[in-house]
């Protein structure tokens, strides 16, 4: 029983840091290889 | 039944504007972002009489509505936008007293906009020993709005604007300048182009384009018969409509407002001869520096410790409390401590938050960027990066968010990389244990401690490399430098405690918030990776009984064993094995390794990490230097923490970029995983070479 | 051509012609007009930034921005 919540909060965890750290990286590649979609200002658009 | 309406706070910058909504708003704030830029977005609510409940929008500070930085582009954003569900209902226009001739310029764009707008003169206690008096009736009159004095440091004025705001629906929305005066022939033809367009808000939509940004709208579509001006055209037509303004305003003020410059008292230009001196200046401020930093070691020592000890008993109480297995182990090592290691820096982060403030609030900070912008542009920063970088002394990640308001692309993105080599609260436990290890106890010349130089000495090469790194990316980023710097110097005033009070409050979420749930992920999956493993790890109890048979173990002697076998064979002990050849040179082993491993969690949890892998029960430093000081090198044969690996582990504790909580907000800040990518491999290999060179030098 | 770069401590002087290509916007905003007075109130090491009051506001500005307006002096 307590190894099953263990297991759960395990994936929960390591699931948050691949979203953040892994999977979010890789679809901003992706969006940025298709041409911007947000407004910014010129200036090499570090967005400040 | 409550109605609602939306309020929006907009003024210049240092018009006290925040202090307003602080009073009108009370604890009923939140702070966000507005979605896909860094500009904070700040809401409260306030409830006004007659049942009507007003939601405040505090906008960022800017002189016009003309746009020249995303902070800025914000407020026209919204003004231009009806159908934004922020859109005001009523703009309150805060105003201060002494820069009232700048303060109508914005004033006059916004009504001119149509919104309702009132006017709200701040600083209203300050009239009398400026000696400055204001035809209230009159100005009231000249500009078709409603004014209000007032002071938010002796909260006064605020139920009359209450007052003004409930009845939003009677102020006049008359236009001050009629906008064709700018250039009658040019909106003549946009009249007939857009006739169904208020013409000023047509102006404001063409030229954004040319002050900062294309606008979250349509682009608008001209006639095909239209003759289009030309940028320049539109920037010098711009330039007229601020001349006409001004001619308007300066006309109004010069009937309305009486400044006696023979009665006012002048304390300001004095206090500035002595802060803002070619020595003196210099002097006080490092004093100044000296003083907070000396204050915050001492200060947060006890709560820190305070809380130190109620973690650890609350990690206790769960241990025995719940039933034993696994989960609760997970609970009381992994999550009871990872929580721990983000709170305890709290007292240290509010702390240096807290001078910050203060010194904000007083209006002594702009002197520093005054004092220090030329220094900083050798280094390719800017004045304003001095902030930045000291916050960095606390933590990384509101330090980084300082930055914003860096006009150059260049310099800010420059601060934003070098700031996280600032020694930042976390680095210090590490540093501590190691230099009680391997620095001797001595005391030069009877009253520098050796240990006590050694903590400065790393101190400064943090700032230096932080300095010297900005030097070599100023050189070699080619990035265009843009931006024009200016910054307000205004005039001293005493800070306002409630102020101070939210700002600190906003800063500290921030690092806990930022950090907080990463290192918390983070703990969770080191504690799981500590705590299971293949193989031999299962089998650990019974390899060790037979192991230590023949020797004459306590229990507890064996139950130590124990342990350490099975962090031996984890899987974070594996990893710690696997990338042991990598760091031997650096003087380290496989045990240092993990911990340099789980270190990417949060630096400090290197010292809980070597309290498992030492297999020390309680954490006192005492037992677990001890311990550490009898660690043998196995290729050596001698004490693993000596001299040369102390300073080899220091170095690389000072350079690399193991906070993953600093590389999100990196990425945050600079809106793209390309510099923080590129600032963890950079870092992270100026540490392992900095590491290698004295380890092999002074071994 | 005597610009705010050029002023001494405690000089006055009045704002000369402004060339909208290279002054911001912003400083225009900020009070930096024709035919407004601007005095320098003082100067960090090295004479940058400079710490001035435009049309009645303190600010600080670089040497760089400073060369670029231009003033006459008032007496």
């Known amino acids: 029983m307590q190894i099953v919540l263990v297991i759960l909060i395990f994936c929960l965890a390591a699931g948050y840091l691949l979203k953040k750290f892994i999977w979010y990286p890789i679809i901003e590649m992706q969006q940025k290889k298709k041409g911007k979609t947000t407004t910014c200002g010129k200036n090499n658009c570090g967005c400040h | 039944m409550a ?219 001209f006639p095909s018969d239209f003759k289009t001006e030309s940028t320049s055209n539109l920037k010098r037509l711009q330039q007229k409509e601020t001349i006409l303004r001004y001619l308007f305003i300066n006309e109004i003020l010069k009937k309305t407002i009486l400044i006696d410059k023979v009665n006012a008292k002048d304390l300001q230009s004095k206090l500035d001869k002595i802060l803002i001196h070619k020595y003196w200046g210099y002097i006080i401020f490092f004093s100044i520096l000296m003083l907070i930093f000396q204050a915050i070691f001492d200060w947060s020592r006890y709560p820190m410790d305070f809380i130190d000890v109620q973690f650890a008993a609350l990690g206790e109480w769960i241990k025995v409390t719940l039933p034993e297995g696994v989960f609760t182990n997970l609970l009381a090592e992994g999550v009871i401590p990872g929580l721990a290691g983000v709170i305890i820096f709290i007292p240290q982060i509010a702390f240096l938050f807290l001078f910050i403030s203060i010194l904000e609030e007083t209006g002594y900070m702009s002197r520093v960027v005054f004092l220090m912008d030329k220094i900083m542009r050798r280094f390719g920063l800017s004045g304003k990066s001095v902030v930045p970088l000291v916050s960095g002394t606390a933590c990384a990640i509101p330090a980084i968010m300082a930055a914003r308001n860096i006009e150059s692309w260049k310099e800010r993105l420059i601060t934003i990389l070098v700031t996280p080599l600032t020694t930042c609260s976390a680095r210090l436990p590490v540093y501590l244990i190691i230099i009680s290890l391997v620095i001797p106890d001595h005391r030069i010349l009877g009253v520098f401690s050796l240990q006590g130089l050694t903590l400065m000495l790393l101190y400064l090469l943090g700032f230096s490399a932080a300095i010297f790194s900005a030097y070599l990316l100023d050189k070699i980023l080619l990035i265009k430098k ?102 031997r040179p650096l003087g380290f082993d496989w045990k240092i390794g993990i911990a340099l491993l789980s270190s990417f969690a949060a630096r400090e949890v290197f010292v809980g990490t070597l309290a498992t892998i030492y297999s020390v029960g309680s954490k006192e430093e005492e037992t677990i230097k001890n311990r550490m000081a009898a660690e043998i090198n196995p290729v050596l044969g001698t004490p693993l923490f000596n001299f040369a690996s102390g300073i080899s582990l220091l170095l690389f504790y000072a350079f690399a970029m193991q906070c993953m909580s600093t590389l999100a907000i990196v990425k945050q800040e600079t809106n793209s995983w390309k510099w923080p990518i590129w600032q963890f491999f950079s870092l992270t290999s100026i540490a392992y070479i900095a590491s290698l060179i004295a380890y092999q030098l002074l071994k | 051509m005597i610009t705010i770069a050029s002023l001494k401590v405690g000089q006055h002087a009045l704002i000369k012609e402004i060339s909208i290509d290279i002054i911001p916007l912003k400083l225009l905003e900020m009070g930096c007009l024709p035919g407004n007075e601007v005095f320098l109130l003082q100067t960090a090491p090295f004479k940058d930034p400079l710490f001035i009051n435009i049309n009645g506001c303190t600010m600080a500005i670089r040497k760089e921005m400073a060369k670029l307006i231009e003033v006459e002096l008032i007496p």
């Open chain 2, 482 to 583: 843009t931006g024009f710097f200016v910054i307000e110097m205004p005039h001293y005033k005493l800070p306002l405690p409630k102020n101070i009070l939210y700002n600190v409050i906003e800063k500290t979420k921030l690092f806990v918030l930022g950090a907080g749930k990463i290192i918390l992920a983070i703990s969770i999956v080191l504690w799981v990776m500590a705590s299971f493993g293949p193989g031999k790890f299962n089998e650990a109890t019974t390899i060790v009984r037979e192991k230590t048979s023949s020797q004459n173990l306590s229990e507890e002697a064996i139950d130590a064993e124990i342990a350490s076998f099975k962090l031996e064979n984890s899987y974070i002990g594996i990893m710690g094995k696997t990338i042991e050849p990598i760091v």
């Open chain 2, 3 to 221: 109605r609602e309406i939306n309020v929006a706070l907009i003024g210049n910058p240092n018009t006290g504007k925040t202090s307003v909504f602080n009073q009108l708003t009370g604890l009923k704030q939140k702070v966000g972002n507005y979605p896909g830029i860094t500009v904070e977005k700040k809401q409260g609510y306030c409830l006004l009489p007659r049942g009507l409940k007003a939601n405040i929008l505090d906008l960022p500070g800017t002189y016009s509505l003309n746009a020249c930085s995303m902070d800025e582009n914000v407020v026209i954003e919204l003004l231009l936008n009806e159908n934004d569900k922020d859109f005001p209902d009523v703009v309150i226009v805060v105003a201060d007293v002494e820069n009232l001739k700048r303060n109508l310029l914005l004033f006059t764009q916004i009504k001119d906009l149509g919104i309702p707008t009132i006017l709200a003169i701040n600083m209203a206690d300050q009239m009398a020993r400026k000696a400055i008096s204001v035809d209230i009736k009159k100005l009231e009159e000249k500009l078709q709005t409603k004014i209000v004095l007032i002071s938010s440091r002796k909260n006064t004025g605020f139920e009359q604007l209450k007052e003004l705001i409930t009845n939003y629906s009677l102020l006049s929305t008359t236009p001050c300048l009629n906008a064709s005066d700018i250039d009658p022939e040019y909106f003549n033809r946009l009249r007939k182009a857009f006739p169904n367009q208020d013409l000023y808000k047509l102006w404001l939509v063409i030229t954004q384009d040319v002050n900062f940004g294309k606008l979250n709208r349509q682009p608008l579509l």
